[in-house]
């Protein structure tokens, strides 16, 4: 009896999964519609007893990841061109217009800064301008702007650019820039910041989110019905408090505004051959000038005990187990304009470090450094300690004895130090991104493949192949350095 029990639970629990398998359907929304698509996939669920699962982001990743084949059964994008695209692959059975809204001009909520046309950007006292990347739909509409108004030359440089607009509106909300472009509605979620302008609506495309049913085998009918239930006029009541316009009719897709790549360079685009002697010079400049605290730093660690020791072995290797982007938030939090460090430095010495070219270089030095005191610190700890002692008692003193015998015999720990912490600083991301923006000046290796995979078509496509076996090529010749230098040195002690 009991076992038949167990066996019927057994059963019961398996429908139990198996129908919320079947209930459970997945949205993928732009990133400035969080507020009102989460309540009303909450109200829907609510109502139905279906799951929505929503996943929010740039309308161009989301859309990337629709073609790769995500789970997405929805998709609510912030710009038509995403959902032209995905209809071109075939993926859309069904699509409307949904929502509207207005692109705005805001600065942070205490700024004394007076903007009454899009002229006044180009003013000095605002060095930093927030858009979101060119292929995310606020950030090509803001450039489309930019350029109608005649500005875009004066004010290009000065361009930060977010993964999408709620990362735009964070670097205004940090005051890391004095300015930025996001929506009306976006504006409206934060108390740090103020609406300093409207842009005419006659400067760029309008601004329209279709919604689109993606085409699945099989179809889902809780797709269909949650597609349905965003059209109502009980969600539309939701989106009118959010700050939406609803959209009625449709409207032909608009154009985006993106940088010139240029002509082709040594089989690369201008652009992304700017990107890799960017990444190049950050790189070794960082493992440059972290090289003499690393190797000190790692003989002290290899032959000395002191008090603190297993906290400072701890924050040394921190950036190797914690996610990138949460070590460049904390060096925002130390060193932006706002920040302990920061702010100090800024105050009394004018200088700022978060997004600017330095702020690359102390973001991808801080990842490698771990991998650098790491292999310096082996190679010191595989020293006979005897050696050092010789020196010393011969009357070498402190500094001469770990010249002429520690570091000569550590050469190859400190190569491959140096080799490991280059490739990190390299091929470094998340931290750069966060720290240090998506700009002309800090645009790395990694961040211009992650801006080429966010573009539509296959010139895109081309361009990010080109710059991958660009990659490869570097890494391969980084390893090739290292192991000739290490064994040219290795016939040197042995000769």
């Known amino acids: 009896m009991l076992r038949h029990s167990i066996i019927i639970l057994c059963l019961v629990l398996a429908s139990g999964c198996s129908r919320s398998e079947l209930v459970t359907i997945d949205i993928a929304a732009a990133a400035s519609t969080r507020e009102p698509v989460e309540q009303l996939a909450a109200d829907f669920q609510a109502r139905t007893g279906i799951k929505v699962q929503v996943s929010l982001g740039p309308s161009s990743t989301l859309a990337k990841q629709i073609e790769e084949g995500s ?4 998709f609510l994008s912030a710009d038509e061109g995403w959902a032209d695209y995905l209809e ?3 993926l859309v059975a069904r699509r409307r217009d949904l929502l509207t809204n207005r692109l705005v001009v805001i600065v942070p909520a205490k700024s004394e800064v007076k903007i009454t046309r899009l002229a006044d950007l180009t003013g000095k006292s605002l060095q930093h301008l927030a858009l979101a990347g060119p292929a995310v739909p606020a950030g090509a509409y803001a450039r489309e702007a930019l350029v109608k108004s005649g500005i875009w030359e004066q004010v290009k440089d000065r361009i930060v650019s977010g993964k999408d ?7 205004v909300e940090q005051g890391e820039a004095e300015a930025g472009f996001v929506y009306r509605t976006d504006a409206e979620v934060s108390k740090k910041v103020r609406v300093a302008l409207e842009v005419p609506e006659d400067l760029h495309s309008p601004i329209r989110y279709p919604l689109v049913l993606v085409k699945q085998k099989p179809m889902r009918p809780e797709a269909e019905q949650f597609f349905q ?3 109502s006029a009980e969600a539309a009541a939701v989106f009118r408090k959010a700050g939406f316009g609803i959209a009625e009719g ?6 985006s505004v993106s940088d010139d790549a240029g002509g082709l360079f040594l089989g690369l685009a201008r652009e992304d051959w700017r990107a890799v002697l960017l990444s190049l010079e950050v790189a070794g400049l960082a493992v440059l000038l972290s090289l003499p605290a690393g190797v000190g730093l790692a003989w002290l660690l290899a032959r000395k005990n002191f008090p603190g020791k297993t906290l400072v072995e701890t924050l040394v290797n921190l950036p190797l187990i914690m996610p990138p982007v949460v070590t460049g938030y904390l060096l925002l939090i130390l060193f932006g304009k706002n920040g302990w460090i920061g702010s100090w430095l800024d105050q009394w010495f004018g200088i700022r470090i978060a997004l600017t070219w330095w702020a690359a270089v102390l973001a991808v030095g801080v990842m490698g450094f771990p991998l650098l005191v790491r292999a310096v610190r082996l190679s010191f700890q595989g020293i006979d300690p005897r050696l050092y002692q010789a020196a010393r008692s011969l009357g070498a003193g402190p500094i001469d004895a770990f010249f002429s015998v520690s570091l000569p015999l550590a050469r190859n720990g400190v190569i491959a130090g140096v080799v490991l912490a280059f490739a990190r600083a390299l091929g ?3 931290a750069t991104l966060m ?8 645009r790395t290796l990694a961040i211009q493949l992650y801006d080429l995979h966010s573009m539509p078509g296959a010139d895109y496509q081309e361009r990010m192949w080109r710059l991958v076996v660009a990659s490869l090529i570097l890494a391969c010749a980084a390893l090739g350095i290292s192991e000739y230098l290490e064994r040219r040195g290795q ?5």
Do not use: I
């Open 88 to 90: 071109k692959a075939g």
């Open 428 to 430: 470094e991301f998340g």
């Open 165 to 171: 607009v709620r990362a735009t509106l964070a670097f």
């Open 250 to 255: 449709k409207t032909s897709s608009g154009a």
């Open 435 to 442: 720290f240090a923006g998506d700009q002309p000046q800090t």
């Open 229 to 231: 239930y965003l059209g």
């Open 71 to 74: 789970s997405a059964g929805l």
């Open 491 to 495: 016939r040197k002690l042995t000769a």
